[in-house]
C-alpha cells in the first residue's frame, strides 16, 4: 500500500510537468502573481523549472519505492513544490471578490490542494515511527479541508454553476440533474462531502463509523478521476492535460492521503503490540 502512495505521486507529478512543458503556463501564473506580476519571459523560466521539479518528484517517487535516500529527496521537493502556491493563498488573489473575499475561493481551489502532499511528504518521512494517530490526523487534515471548503461551497450558486459541465457529462453523477435542479444536485453533492469529512474523523474514535466514512470519502476522489475520461476539456491533446485535466489529477494526492489513513486506522495500537 506504500508503493501505491509512491505511484500514485509518481503518476501525478508526470502529468503535471507536461503541460508546462507543452506552454501552458496558466497554473503556475495563478500563484506567481502573489509574489510579482510576471513578465512572459520569467513565467516561463518559472514554469520550465516547475516542469523539471515535477519530473524530479516523479522519478524520486518511483526510486524511493526501494531506497530510502531516495524517499527523503522526495519528501524536500515536495515540500519545495507545495509551500510556494500555499503561501499565495495568504494573499486576495485566489478569492472571488464579489462574493465578500475570504473564504469565497476562486483560483484557490485548485490551490489547496498543494496542502495534500506537503503533508504527504511529511508522512513519508514519519512513516515507520508517527504513531496511528499522527499519521490519521495528519491525512485526514487536508481531506477534510478540501471536503469542508469546496463541498461548502457547492451550496453557492457560482459553484453549481461551475461543476455543471463535469456533473452533466458524468455517467456517475449526471441523473442528479433528473432528480434535481442544478443548485438542487449541487447542494446534494456538498451535503454528501460534508457527511463523508465527518464520519471519517468521527470514525477513528467510533470505529463503525469508519468504514462508509472511508468509501464516501475515496468515493469523491475516485469520481473526480473519472471526469479524466468523461469531461472532454481534461485534455489538449493526448498525455497533455489542459488546466482542468491538471486540476483533476491533483485529487489523486487526496488518494494517496486516503491510503495513509487506511494504513493509519488499521495499525495497531501500542496496547496490541504488545
Do not use: C
Request: hydrophobic share 60%.
Amino acid at each position: 500500500m506504500f508503493k501505491l502512495v509512491l505511484l500514485l505521486i509518481a503518476i501525478s507529478a508526470a502529468l503535471l510537468a507536461v503541460p508546462l512543458l507543452m506552454g501552458q503556463y496558466g497554473s503556475v501564473s495563478v500563484f506567481l502573481r502573489y509574489y510579482t506580476e510576471p513578465t512572459p519571459e520569467l513565467l516561463a523560466k518559472v514554469s520550465l523549472m516547475v516542469a523539471y521539479t515535477w519530473l524530479a518528484i516523479s522519478a524520486m517517487a518511483l526510486l524511493a519505492m526501494r531506497n530510502a535516500l531516495a524517499l527523503k529527496a522526495l519528501a524536500v521537493l515536495l515540500v519545495a513544490m507545495a509551500l510556494p502556491p500555499l503561501v499565495s493563498l495568504f494573499g486576495p488573489l485566489h478569492y472571488i471578490a464579489e462574493l465578500g473575499g475570504f473564504p469565497m475561493l476562486g483560483s484557490g481551489q485548485g490551490v489547496i490542494k498543494y496542502l495534500a502532499i506537503l503533508l504527504l511528504a511529511i508522512s513519508l518521512l514519519r512513516i515507520n515511527t508517527a504513531s496511528r494517530a499522527e499519521l490519521f490526523w495528519l491525512n485526514y487534515t487536508p481531506v477534510a479541508l478540501v471536503l469542508l471548503w469546496i463541498g461548502g461551497m457547492k451550496f453557492f450558486a457560482f459553484e453549481a454553476e461551475g461543476i455543471a459541465d463535469l456533473v452533466s457529462t458524468s455517467p456517475l453523477l449526471s441523473w442528479l440533474y433528473l432528480l434535481f435542479d442544478q443548485q438542487n444536485a449541487s447542494n446534494f453533492i456538498g451535503l454528501y462531502d460534508l457527511t463523508a469529512l465527518a464520519l471519517l474523523g468521527a470514525g477513528y474514535f467510533w470505529p463503525r463509523l469508519f468504514i462508509p466514512g472511508f468509501l464516501m470519502a475515496f468515493a469523491v476522489f475516485a469520481t473526480t478521476q473519472t471526469f479524466l475520461i468523461t469531461f472532454a476539456g481534461s485534455w489538449a491533446s493526448f498525455g497533455v492535460l489542459t488546466g482542468s485535466g491538471a486540476f483533476i489529477i491533483k485529487d489523486l494526492w487526496f488518494i494517496a492521503n486516503m491510503v495513509l489513513i487506511g494504513l493509519a486506522f488499521y495499525r495497531p495500537k501500542p496496547a496490541d503490540v504488545a
